[in-house]
């Protein structure tokens, strides 16, 4: 039974080492008793440079204390917290990581640790960003525009409209969007042929 325990441990321990997301166990307190070789990769600390410390050693303040106090009233209160974190490697350099943080009980039913779960988001952070300063770009140069923009979807939908196209419609935006472009003619058939040519 004692080599089925220290195997089943070995292969556990495997896997979180293996994980590709970091992971920390800090006591009730905060204070990190483990981490994993991601957690290193992400951070810029070794585990040895980690052991022990606070995870406040991370801090970007980017974050106020109200996040904080809010973060640590749902751990303290026995419930898994998950939320988005900016936080500072080793080199300065700030990251953004996805935290899912679980409170562990003791056999007395008492928070005895907190295993953080943790996945650098930074790359989907910055292209999304860049998504959204496109989108506004293409909506600025639509809006630009003093005659009435559609674009149609294949099955002959309105995707998107200017506030040109509002006005000589009579009608918003979102009453719009989703109707059949070709109804906005006085010859529904012939217009129908022209978005689908």
Request: charged fraction near 25%; proline fraction near 3%.
């Amino acid at each position: 039974e004692r080599k089925k325990a220290e195997a089943q441990l070995r292969l556990q321990t495997s896997a979180m080492d293996a994980a590709a997301n970091g992971i920390m166990i800090t006591d009730c307190q905060g204070n990190i008793e483990w981490c994993n070789p991601a957690f290193a990769r992400v951070s810029g600390y070794s585990p040895e440079e980690a052991l022990g410390r606070n995870p406040r050693f991370l801090k970007s303040g980017r974050q106020n204390k109200t996040f904080y106090k809010n973060m640590w009233d749902t751990l303290l209160s026995g419930q898994v917290w998950s939320g988005e974190m900016v936080n500072r490697r080793k080199d300065g350099e700030v990251y953004v990581e996805e935290e899912i943080v679980t409170p562990v009980r003791d056999e007395k039913g008492e928070i005895s640790h907190f295993i953080a779960i943790k996945q650098d988001i930074t790359a989907r952070k910055e292209a999304e960003e860049a998504l959204r300063l496109a989108n506004a770009y293409n909506r600025s140069l639509l809006e630009a525009s003093i005659d009435g923009l559609a674009t149609v979807t294949p099955d002959g939908k309105i995707g998107d409209v200017n506030s040109a196209m509002e006005k000589m419609t009579g009608r918003s935006r979102q009453e719009l969007i989703g109707t059949s472009f070709h109804d906005y003619f006085s010859n529904p058939a012939q217009a129908r042929l022209g978005y689908q040519m």
